[in-house]
């Protein structure tokens, strides 16, 4: 069941609003010559997940900014099932800073067992109609874990910004 969100003319938004789930099945054209996952491939899949998210939570066209972390946990192989799970993490002004955690899901588990395999933090720039930076709305956390993503993503705007004042590159 969808649940019904506000307009993006809307200030305010949840991270329910805009969380997004997407599955595929790895299939040949996915795989190394192991047949692993290409991390490429994942890095695709993340890359998508996390633009529809910045869509729904800003009701306009997104661009990736840059990808924070991208941490390959385990591998994922040929026939598994993965499943992407993106929500909002922070905003910023024109600024989302989403994760999306990466799971293999057990297909013999009866209870669909996951096992996360990577978890990546991207941020994304809302684009006006005249493709310059514009202002999203602002986030607003529900739950302990959505107030303590809040935080986290807070911490890392933060570290971001002091290390673009020093010169550092800060992943």
């Known amino acids: 069941m969808t649940e019904t969100c506000p307009a993006p003319e809307d200030r305010i938004?949840?991270?329910a609003c805009s969380r997004t789930e997407q599955v595929h099945v790895i299939m040949p054209g996915d795989c190394n010559q192991s047949f692993r996952l290409f991390g490429g491939r994942l890095m695709e899949w993340v890359d998508v997940v996390a633009a529809?998210?910045?869509?729904?939570?800003s009701g306009c066209e997104v661009t990736t900014a840059s990808i924070d972390r991208?941490?390959?946990?385990?591998?994922a192989k040929l026939n598994d099932l993965v499943v992407l799970q993106g929500r909002l993490v922070y905003v910023g002004h024109s600024s989302m800073l989403i994760c999306v955690d990466t799971f293999v899901e057990?297909?013999?588990?009866e209870s669909?067992?996951?096992t996360l395999v990577n978890r990546a933090f991207v941020t994304m720039i809302a684009l006006g109609r005249d493709k310059r930076p514009t202002g999203v709305?602002?986030?607003l956390p529900e739950?302990?874990?959505e107030k303590a993503d809040y935080e986290l993503g807070r911490a890392r705007r933060e570290a971001a910004r002091q290390a673009a004042h020093a010169g550092v590159n800060p992943a």
Do not use: I, N, S
């Not at 529809?52 to 939570?57: D, G, K, T």
């Not at 991208?70 to 591998?75: E, K, T, Y």
């Open 13 to 15: 938004r949840t991270v």
């Open 106 to 109: 057990d297909p013999e588990c």
């Open 112 to 114: 669909a067992q996951r």
């Open 70 to 75: 991208l941490d390959f946990l385990a591998p």
């Open 52 to 57: 529809v998210v910045a869509r729904r939570h």
């Open 137 to 139: 709305p602002a986030l």
């Open 143 to 145: 739950t302990e874990a």
